[in-house]
């Protein structure tokens, strides 16, 4: 069946440092992907999101391809900021008509000043 | 728009008794679900609605049930429940898939749910 796994946490950077969390994925037909964030005591907001091999989904300064021959999209971004601390979820959906979405695990990041 | 809407933010339950976790859109969005986080473990989907009157479930059934009488509504209720349905409860919407493009979901704030 479909998955998403996740680099494991928690992932702790100096402010302006490189963020990199990787996410693959596990899934038949042509799905869609996402990043969503989770900041203390919120619920999740989608960060970006790519529907299809190459897009490139781009928000507040973080960036992800969709690679299909690798089955990847991983997360970046080239600053950090403390504001940027929040758990970050990697999603799929599947080629179905539901829109389920299937999440990875989650990777913590805290920012330090 | 208030977005989607979750009642309460905190529950606390002792093993065996019932309850209702309310959760509102005022979006007009087909598609809802509901889903649990549990530490090291993402979100797991337990059901969800492709529309008023039709429910399905989803990975983690087991306990819950839910009903779609309305496109607005759509609560998820603990029969009988157990310390294992501890966790943070997570309703989320979704105007229908639009041509092969997926919408994105819209989450609600969440019910933190304790069952001693």
Redesign the interface.
């Known amino acids: 069946g479909n998955s ?1 796994t996740q680099m494991e946490g928690p992932v702790t950077l100096s402010e302006e440092a490189f963020l990199t969390i990787n996410c693959t994925y596990t899934a038949t037909g ?1 799905p ?1 992907l ?1 990043w ?1 964030v989770q900041y203390p005591g ?5 960060l970006l ?1 790519a ?1 299809k091999a190459d897009d490139k989904g781009s928000n507040k300064g973080f960036e992800a391809t969709y690679r299909k021959e690798t089955t990847s999209f991983h997360l970046e971004k080239g600053s950090v900021q403390v504001s940027d601390s929040a758990v970050y ?1 990697c999603a799929l ?1 599947g080629s179905s ?10 990777t913590t990041l805290q920012v330090k000043p | 728009n208030a977005g ?1 809407t979750q009642t309460p933010k905190f529950q606390v339950l002792k093993t065996g008794q019932s309850m209702t976790l309310q959760c509102a859109q005022d979006m007009n969005h087909e ?1 809802m ?1 509901w ?1 649990r986080q549990d530490p ?6 337990i059901h ?1 609605s ?1 529309g008023a009157g039709i429910t ?1 479930q ?1 990975e983690v059934p087991n306990g819950y049930n839910v009903s779609r009488s309305t496109t607005e509504d759509f609560p998820l209720r603990l029969l009988s429940a157990a310390p294992s349905q501890t966790s943070v409860y ?1 309703c ?1 919407s ?1 105007p ?2 639009t041509g ?11 019910t933190r749910l304790t069952v001693l």
């Open positions: 998403v042509y869609s996402f969503y919120e619920g999740l907001q989608l999101k529907t979820f959906t008509n539901t829109g389920k979405l299937i999440f990875g695990q989650g | 989607v598609y679900s889903y090291g473990m993402g979100l797991r989907l969800y492709v399905d989803g997570f989320a979704s229908p898939r092969v493009f997926y919408n994105e979901q819209f989450f609600g704030p969440g």
